[in-house]
Each structure stands twice: as structure tokens, then as C-alpha cells.
């Protein structure tokens, strides 16, 4: 396993994946596009700072730019420096994640705005820690998904946490987002008291196969 991560970007993403990932790896730097100092980068070509600060070959990459051009930029720019390097890219959405693919990105993370939300407030919950890590991971092929129920008839009025979602659908839920936008933890009080409807949103984490299967079962993704 590499010992280094690279975190480059500054933003919330940036402090709630230094937390996750803290106890993996020996070293996790922190770099700023634009600003001066040894922990600063810009868009260029030149990385050379970069290689003598940490051996490349030990190190996991973190690009987590808000500008989505920008990041895609400085995913074709690491690709472009360290062909072997493993780069996992956050992106906005699905044209962006595909963009970040064909840039070079090992790992893409989609993640619309409402999931982000989600993934920074619940990152406390040790099972939502746990997902994360093996999502963060490229060699990992879970995925993180919204799903919206057209369909709340399949689950018989039955409530969140009374269903065994890992053994049924293959599928972790996270939590549901209800139509107001509010949100809640699967396993909160709330959400255990809150009888499954059309229009509410479950964010999931499970294989594309099953994730896709879910889909059809109860609704549409939402993108």
C-alpha cells in the first residue's frame, strides 16, 4: 500500500478526506493552487518540486479542485508527469467524471451537490468511514449513487432501517433525503420513524451491477 497521499485543493473535500484517510497512510500533504511556498502548486508541467518532496511511486494523488476545468486540467497534468501514479479525481457530475476519465484519473468519485453534503455530514458515522475507504481505493469497485423512488409500493410501508438492504439488494444505504431537501442518517431516529415514500432519495453505496438492478426496481437515478 502507497504511504503518501496528495491532496491537491483546498476546500472541505480537502479537510474531510485528510480526516478519513489519516490512519492509512504515514504522510498526507496538503497542497494550494496558486500560492506561494513548498506546499502550493499551479497548472503547469513542471512537477519537479513535487518529486523531490515525496517518491511518486509511494503516493496516492487527491485531486479535489471546485473548478471542474481546473481539476481535469491538473489530472491531465500529473497523468501526464507520472504515468503510474494512482490519481482519484472528484467530480460535479457525470459529464465531468467522464472527462476526468478520459484525463486520466485511476478512481472517479460523481458526486452531485446533494451527496456531497451527505458524504461531510455523515463521515462521523463509523459505517459511512468505513464505505468511503474501500470507495477511495482504486482498486475498489463500489460506487456511490442517488437513487429516487418512483415506486415506494416494494417496500410496503416499511421503514428504513427495518429492511436488510446488504442481504436483499446487494446495496448499502446511506441515508435518505426527503422532498424538502433535509436529510437524514439511515440509522438516525428520524429516519427509523419515517415510513418510505415516493420522492425520497436514498444515497447508496453498492457494484454497479446491483446499484443498477435497485434502480429498476424502485425508480430513476438521479444524475
Not at 3 to 13: E, Q
Not at 75 to 101: G, N, Y
Not at 136 to 151: R, T
Request: aromatic letters at 10%.
Amino acid at each position: 500500500m502507497e504511504n503518501n497521499a496528495l491532496i491537491f485543493g483546498y476546500n472541505d473535500f480537502t479537510f474531510e478526506i485528510e480526516k478519513n484517510i489519516s490512519s492509512e497512510y504515514k504522510n498526507v500533504y496538503i497542497f494550494k493552487l496558486g500560492q506561494d511556498g513548498e506546499d502550493s502548486f499551479d497548472l503547469g508541467d513542471n512537477w519537479d518540486n513535487l518529486s523531490s518532496k515525496v517518491d511518486i511511486s509511494d503516493c496516492v494523488a487527491f485531486c479535489v479542485l471546485e473548478d471542474m476545468a481546473e481539476n481535469i486540467f491538473l489530472t491531465i497534468s500529473l497523468r501526464d508527469a507520472f504515468k503510474d501514479l494512482i490519481i482519484v479525481a472528484l467530480a460535479q457530475d457525470k459529464e465531468s467524471a467522464d472527462k476526468l476519465t478520459l484525463a486520466g484519473a485511476t478512481r472517479v468519485l460523481p458526486t452531485t451537490q446533494t451527496t456531497a453534503n451527505v458524504i461531510v455530514e455523515m463521515l462521523e458515522k463509523p459505517i459511512v468511514t468505513e464505505v468511503l475507504h474501500d470507495i477511495l481505493y482504486e482498486k475498489s469497485a463500489l460506487q456511490i449513487a442517488q437513487i429516487k423512488i418512483e415506486d415506494h409500493t416494494v417496500f410496503d410501508g416499511k421503514y428504513p432501517a427495518d429492511i436488510e438492504w446488504s442481504s436483499k439488494h446487494g446495496i448499502i444505504v446511506i441515508s435518505v433525503v426527503h422532498e424538502d431537501m433535509s436529510r437524514e442518517f439511515i440509522y438516525s431516529s428520524k429516519a427509523k420513524h419515517h415510513i418510505i415514500k415516493s420522492g425520497d432519495i436514498f444515497v447508496v453505496v453498492g457494484y454497479e451491477h446491483d446499484i443498477k438492478e435497485f434502480e429498476k426496481l424502485i425508480g430513476s437515478k438521479c444524475e
